[in-house]
């Protein structure tokens, strides 16, 4: 239950989510993060190595 | 029958057809060429995972029906992994497609590939749109009555009415499921028949 009251004060859902305006994009804060998250993970997805890679001789 | 008449029945036709385009080892293949070893190339198996629990918890939110999803621990608890995995599946698509797009992955005759991504990404999206306005609660009757303008102003609304919840909710657990699920099979089994596209340095030079 604390932590539910935690969670409650860090993300409060009972009043309007905030927008970032720029220019003409006017995007939510959660969507923004969304975004912004996706990003994250592309990037990592394309730099990550990748686990087993280069222990077995590939031929193709 | 003679073999001339065997060999133009349509059954021996199709099968010729198919095992041609796809071999048993091209549709459950033990090797990949070396540049699939790469996270990106984990997105549409994970998309696909995605939607398959999608559809499962789809099944089991359609068994006890709305009473239950809104009312009971469980019932919230599958309500959430059902939309959790539908976050997931739009995440896991969107860096799949970014993927696809910036090595232009519908190089070397491999554009259908791309077209049934797109439509099922379109479908998915509809899917979505019918799902929100199918919770029988106060966001959906928000959403319908906010959409209903906009979807009526482009003249759909004459027969996608959004007020409907009956209509909405078999084009969200039949119609768009169904199309999702089709194209999804089509797209991966042309992955299948075409094999993955090479970097542009290993592509052979493109006919215009
Ligand atoms: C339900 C949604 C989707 C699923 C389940 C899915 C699944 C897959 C899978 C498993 C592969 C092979 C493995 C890989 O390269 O990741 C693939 C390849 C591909 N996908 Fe998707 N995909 C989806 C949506 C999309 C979308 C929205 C696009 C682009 C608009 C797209 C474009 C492609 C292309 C072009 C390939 C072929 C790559 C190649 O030939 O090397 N897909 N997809």
Redesign the interface.
């Known amino acids: 239950m604390a932590g539910l009251a935690l969670l409650a004060a860090l993300f409060p859902l009972d009043h309007l989510g905030g927008y970032i305006h720029w220019g003409w994009v006017d995007i939510s804060y959660a969507n923004a993060i969304?975004v912004a998250?996706?990003v994250i993970?592309?990037v990592?997805?394309?730099l990550?190595p990748?686990p087993?890679?280069g222990r077995r001789k590939?031929s193709? | 029958m003679s073999s001339p008449d065997i060999e133009r029945q349509w059954t021996t036709r199709l099968r010729h057809r198919v095992t041609g385009h796809l071999p048993p080892e091209k549709v459950l293949p033990d090797t990949q060429p070396a540049y699939v070893a790469s996270w990106i190339y984990v997105f549409g198996v994970t998309t696909m995972v995605a939607l398959s629990m999608v559809i499962l918890t789809g099944f089991v939110l359609a068994i006890r029906g709305p009473l239950w999803w809104h009312t009971s621990g469980v019932g919230h608890y599958v309500n959430s992994l059902h939309l959790w995995s539908v976050e997931v599946f739009f995440f896991a698509m969107v860096i799949h497609l970014w993927g696809k797009f910036f090595m232009a992955a519908w190089r070397g005759r491999r554009a259908l590939t791309w077209v049934t991504g797109v439509v099922t990404f379109l479908t998915s999206i509809a899917a979505a749109f019918t799902g929100y306005v199918s919770q029988t609660n106060f966001d959906s009757q928000w959403i319908s009555t906010q959409a209903k303008d906009g979807i009526n102003a482009t003249g759909a609304g004459s027969i996608f009415n959004v007020l409907n919840l009956g209509q909405m909710l078999m084009w969200h657990i039949v119609l768009l499921p169904l199309v999702a699920v089709i194209l999804t099979a089509v797209h991966v089994v042309l992955v299948r028949v075409r094999g993955v596209v090479p970097p542009f340095e290993d592509a052979p030079p493109e006919k215009p």
Request: glycine share 8%; hydrophobic share 70%.
């Open positions: 969304v998250l996706m993970v592309f990592a997805a394309l990550a990748f087993g890679h590939e193709r």
